[in-house]
């Protein structure tokens, strides 16, 4: 396991713990009731922006990661929430302890998803719901490529599995009934980075050009501001993009 977590802290190092819920988390957390009365396991929690409000919905809030980093970091954040260091294939809670679970890009990162699997199944009570979320690392290379974010492209993420359709995680999901599955889609901007400089350049070049006249000054920050409305010019050759699986299961 050592060498897993020595991964992990230098991935954490470099990208940095959560400080706000991604859009996975803001549907894999929609998928779910939440309620005052639960006891809610994260696995994989990072720097616990999920685990922030699942705690402001009023249930008991716990999560779990393997990097000692995120953990330091996520309990410093956090009030009245335990975050813990282990491994997801040996969690140190008793049978039957939660009432939701949420794992959320944790699989494909893990030597063995059937030991994780079998783990959640025995803390969780009978009937409980888990969200589980897996990217497909193809469209994700496709995504990079296509808006010029090569080195993200080609990053190591960690990846030990593919799970880029619901037939090729479904052998490890016994013991769970399946309710439903969502994706994140998003439109994709044919070299959206490449794009972004084009225009920061061309409006340096218009604000140097106003330097030498009265004429108004267009602020630094202007093309910042004007991108989001000039991509929208881009969606109509966009492809769009399913990034990530998002299936809600119930323990049998």
């Known amino acids: 396991m050592s060498s897993v977590r020595d991964f992990y802290e230098k991935d954490a190092s470099k990208r940095g713990a959560g400080r706000s819920m991604e859009k996975t988390q803001v549907i894999s957390l929609s998928m779910l009731n939440i309620s005052c009365s639960d006891i809610v396991l994260e696995i994989g929690c990072g720097g616990g922006a999920l685990l922030s409000e699942i705690k402001r919905r009023g249930a008991t809030a716990i999560g779990v990661d393997i990097s000692i980093n995120q953990v330091k970091y996520a309990n410093k954040q956090l009030r009245n929430v335990d975050v813990i260091v282990c491994d997801a294939a040996y969690l140190p809670f008793r049978n039957n302890h939660f009432t939701q679970c949420f794992a959320i890009e944790v699989l494909e990162h893990v030597q063995n998803p059937s030991a994780v699997m079998n783990e959640i199944h025995r803390v969780l009570e009978n009937n409980s719901e888990l969200i589980i979320v897996v990217p497909n690392d193809r469209n ?49 901007i044919p070299l959206n980075s490449i794009l972004s400089q ?23 920050d202007d093309v910042t501001n004007r991108l989001p409305s000039i991509r929208q010019h881009f969606l109509f050759i966009s492809p769009k993009l399913a990034l990530h699986l998002i299936i809600k299961l119930k323990k049998r």
Do not use: M
């Not at 880029?164 to 309710?179: A, D, H, M, R, V």
């Not at 084009?198 to 000054?217: A, C, D, E, G, S």
């Open 140 to 188: 994700w290379f496709i995504h990079r490529i296509l808006e010029g974010h090569f080195s993200a492209a080609f990053y190591d993420y960690g990846h030990l599995h593919d799970f880029s359709s619901i037939k090729k995680i479904t052998p490890f999901l016994k013991g769970f009934e399946f309710l439903t599955a969502r994706e994140n889609i998003v439109a994709t």
């Open 198 to 220: 084009l225009f920061r350049i061309f409006y340096r070049v218009l604000n140097q050009k106003n330097n030498l006249t009265p004429t108004k000054k267009y602020p630094r």
